[in-house]
């Protein structure tokens, strides 16, 4: 009943994140709840997609001008540049 109440009023977005994990404590579940297009496997690209087209149908309800699509998240890209192993030397 609320999105009726939204959609009737004037309110309208300038923009509107697309989800960032797929669960509602910021990738706290683990590795699988992150929405990236980066994504090499092409089911879990795909799940990804299916979750942005859903954010992106909320404009039939609340209307913006702009959907902000952040690529990857900056956690999964930093985990691999922070790494705590020793980087290796090399010997000659």
Known sequence: MSWLLVRDSELRLH???SPMYTDDCW???GPGSVVTLTETSKPKRLACVDEIKR???SRRTVP???LVQHLAS???NMTRANSTRPSRRSRT
């Open 15 to 17: 923009s509107l994140h």
């Open 27 to 29: 990738g706290r579940t």
């Open 55 to 57: 954010a992106a149908r």
């Open 64 to 66: 913006f001008q702009y």
């Open 74 to 76: 900056a956690a999964k």
